[in-house]
């Protein structure tokens, strides 16, 4: 079973700081993907990332995909009250028949 | 235009009940998937559909939990016999082909009470 751990679960930061959440499991994804969920909502996508060693950028977002796809963290410079949610990362089942989750992490933004 | 849309939003049942939930995908999408999240937690797979082929149940937690999708767009997700631990959010979440490079649109989700 693949299973992907994230870290931290909370993270309670000042606007304007930077942040690191890590996505790591035992077993090899041939991509992954992050989500942002906000209450009430479903989870949107962020970003996939599919080549080991990536590194893509959304904005403030830097995403980086691990050199042998087993892990992943998201950067956040300059963090905003906007960014509060729960992030998820996630990837194919072993059988590419469903997504695997992590738990998230939930960050919140203080103004 | 229109993203996935579930209904009802918020359904309390009491224990014992039968509920159904329904989820409109995006049209034309291939591949249509329902999670169960808990309070605090990341979406668990339950199951998948390409068109109105299930191909994977294995998320299931049991025999009290059905879905369809007999015409390939609508689906239904069913729960017999509910129980407190049945309560969570269900979301279901739409995509375009089965590749999983490929964005998966989720719904808002239907919150399922279970007193």
């Known amino acids: 079973t693949q299973l992907l751990e994230q870290s931290p679960q909370f993270l309670s930061i000042q606007e304007g700081e930077n942040l690191t959440v890590y996505c790591n499991s035992s077993?090899?994804?041939?991509?992954l993907q992050w989500y942002r969920q906000e209450p009430g909502e479903g989870p949107v996508l962020l970003v996939t990332?599919?080549?080991?060693?990536e590194v893509k950028k959304l904005k403030r977002l830097t995403f980086q995909f691990g050199d042998a796809r087993k892990d992943s963290s998201l950067h956040i410079t300059a963090a905003q009250p906007g960014d509060t949610g729960l992030y998820l990362c996630?990837?194919?089942?072993?059988?590419?028949?469903?997504?695997?989750f992590g738990a998230g992490t939930i960050l919140r933004v203080k103004s | 235009g229109a993203g996935v849309s579930q209904s009802p939003r918020y359904k309390v049942a009491k224990r014992g009940q039968d509920v159904a939930l329904r989820c409109d995908p995006i049209?034309?999408?291939?591949?249509l998937f329902w999670y169960q999240q808990a309070l605090g937690q990341g979406p668990e797979f339950l199951t998948y559909?390409?068109?109105?082929?299930?191909?994977?149940k294995s998320g299931l937690p049991s025999d009290r939990f059905f879905a369809e999708r007999p015409e390939g767009s609508v689906s239904t997700l069913k729960i017999q016999r509910t129980q407190q631990e049945d309560s969570a959010v269900y979301l279901c979440?739409?995509?375009?082909?089965?590749?999983?490079?490929?964005?998966?649109?989720f719904g808002p989700g239907t919150r399922l009470t279970v007193t």
């Open positions: 979440a739409s995509s375009l082909t089965r590749d999983f490079r490929y964005e998966q649109y």
């Open positions: 077993s090899v994804f041939s991509s």
């Open positions: 990332v599919v080549t080991g060693g």
């Open positions: 996630a990837g194919p089942g072993e059988y590419g028949n469903k997504l695997v």
């Open positions: 049209s034309g999408h291939v591949s």
């Open positions: 559909f390409q068109n109105e082929a299930q191909l994977d």
